[in-house]
């Protein structure tokens, strides 16, 4: 069974980067054919998908998150990091890594604020 466990600040400052590692146990990063994803939820609103890493390492993010967005992996740790620069107010949010769509972290809730 796969799980995947969310990492990081709660609490980030504007302007600053918000950086979240997720830990994967129970499957590898590169296992053929598993995407690995962020996602996350903002107050009221919907589920939305930020980037993913593939079991090769390559990557493909949002459009409209990708000036500010990377996504990258420790293989010898089983763990995919997040990064979000230049953060506001609105990237308030419950961040998700998940595994394709059926796996998913218990979330973790980032707070950006002076």
């Known amino acids: 069974q796969v799980q995947l466990q969310e990492s990081g600040p709660g609490l980030v400052k504007p302007s600053q980067t918000l950086s979240l590692t997720c830990t994967v146990s129970g499957g590898s990063l590169t296992t053929n054919d598993y995407y690995w994803s962020w996602i996350r939820q903002s107050p009221g609103k919907g589920l939305e998908w930020m980037g993913a890493?593939?079991?090769?390492?390559?990557?493909a993010y949002s459009p409209s998150l990708k000036s500010r967005t990377s996504i990258s992996r420790d293989t010898s740790k089983n763990q995919f990091t997040l990064q979000l620069s230049s953060v506001t107010p609105e990237d308030t949010a419950v961040y998700y890594c998940?595994?394709?769509?059926?796996?998913w972290g218990q979330g973790t809730q980032v707070t950006v604020s002076s």
């Open positions: 890493i593939g079991y090769s390492g390559s990557t």
């Open positions: 998940v595994l394709g769509v059926g796996y």
